[in-house]
């Protein structure tokens, strides 16, 4: 899955800055004697050194409003801002991403320089979604898709889903009961979804204390992984030695966690029968022994470690987060939560619906697919680079620059899309446009990227999301919490793009 920009949480840091600024210029030298000058594309002047670092954190605004609202209306479809010593290009157009992304898909596939704490949880870069084009990229990637996501593997874990839908269903029931029907919907969303992802990870049954430890973890490696000063400014890095140690605290943590879930699955599969609640199949099964192109050793249980995290980050937060939005607009449609209902029941009837039913549904699927349109897990894919230095819509693209393609911008573009801030099932029903959500034949709806890097979570997202929307819808009528208030739609950035109020809605149980 992809993953949002996070430059927010860096604006503490601007006094500081501004402090040091005067140790800086002197190395403005370096970066005035070039041999050759790029012709980059078209951004806001910037500071010596600190580039538009002052400017951004100036704006008070998240990274992906400040791209919305300032750079692309002044700039352009593609576009240079300068964070400190990064160069960052910015790409918003549906013929530019072609051209990059499809066209010429193996010249822009590959990652930049990771900042350091990410390196340590990395591993250097081991995992399907920051390695490098080439090779071990190749093999990562060959065996998520192929050994575990794909349709086949996916329709083995049926049981686990329809499982963790239950569990979802008796959460809201219990927390509707407790609070006058109110219930947070994120909260539980994500809960549901993570056993699923536990479950299809490790291969066996959890009890929900450790779940609980595993889901904290995660979070906490997810927050220390965030962008720092020093990811712009290397020369602050010495600065930073305590949180680079907290870093190596959390990775021992994360390890001492999860190796011991490894070795019960590797248990389990060496004495068939003896854990009752082991799977038949698992995604570690397909990494302990996983061949990489190019290497003579299996991954090392640290390896694995970051395989499985990567796993269980990529895919938790970007599902509850678009069922958060789905039931947001669920509440604040009630003609298309009708809709959503009667076809369910015209479908399933009284018995409970199941994702063999959702494949019959198709105004069902046209909401899904605006609302991965309007609400995108993320604004940005992934951050891309270039192999080698090339160019695209006249200007040059080095292969130290980081590029950003930020999606929302054919999303929400009003060329592409008539209205596009109205959220609008019909717009896929009744066949009035069969878009390509994996952007092959076209490049309009492309919530999880496109081309090479394109998430590979694509298909299990979809059934995820399909299925818990119609169970949800099934059991309970979805209203306003408080009654006759209006869902506020504010975004914000985190490690997705969610809603700024978490969502509170109330529920009433179908008859």
Known sequence: ??????????????????????????????????????????????????????????????????????????????????MGTRTTIIISSADL??????ERGQVFASRPKENATRNIFSVNKFTVNSSLYGPVWRSL?????????????????????????????????????????AVRVLKSARYAFFC?????????????????KIDDMMKRVVLIVDPRIDDFL?????????????????????????IPLIKRRKMALQNPGLDKSATSFSYLDTLFELELEGRKTTPTNAQIVTLCSEFLNAATDTTGTAIEWAIAQIIDNPDIQLKLYEEIKSVAGDRKVDENDTQKMPYLNAFCKELLRRHPPTYFSLTHAVLEPTTLGGYDIPPDASVEFYLAGILHDPKIWPNPEKFDPDRFSGGKDDADITGVKDVRLIPFGLGRRICPGLTMASIHV????????????WLAYPENSKVDFSPTAEFTIVMKNSLIGKIKPRV
């Not at 192929?146 to 239950?166: C, E, H, I, P, Y």
């Not at 399909?466 to 009528?477: G, H, S």
């Open 97 to 102: 991403a072609r051209e990059a992304f499809i």
């Open 466 to 477: 399909n299925l818990m929307v119609a169970r949800m819808v099934q059991e309970f009528e």
């Open 196 to 212: 699923v992802l536990l479950t299809m990870c490790f291969g066996i049954q959890l009890d929900e204390e450790m779940i609980e």
């Open 234 to 258: 290397p020369l602050f890095t010495p600065f930073f030695y305590r949180q680079r140690k907290k870093a190596i605290q959390v990775r021992k943590q994360q390890l001492d966690l999860l």
């Open 141 to 181: 990637r060959r065996n998520m898709v192929q050994n575990m996501l794909s349709a086949t593997r996916l329709k083995g874990f049926r049981d686990v889903r329809d499982n963790a839908m239950d569990k979802l269903i008796h959460r809201l029931k219990s927390e509707a009961d407790a609070n006058d029907g």
């Open 1 to 82: 899955m992809a993953s949002t920009i996070s430059l927010s949480s860096l604006s503490s840091y601007y006094h500081f800055i501004f402090a040091a600024l005067a140790l800086l210029v002197s190395s403005f030298i370096f970066f005035s004697t070039r041999k050759r000058k790029l012709n980059l594309p078209p951004g806001p002047p910037g500071w010596p050194i600190v580039g538009n670092l002052f400017q951004f954190f100036g704006s008070g605004m998240p990274f992906f409003m400040y791209t919305r609202d300032v750079l692309i209306p002044n700039y352009g479809p593609i576009l240079t801002i300068k």
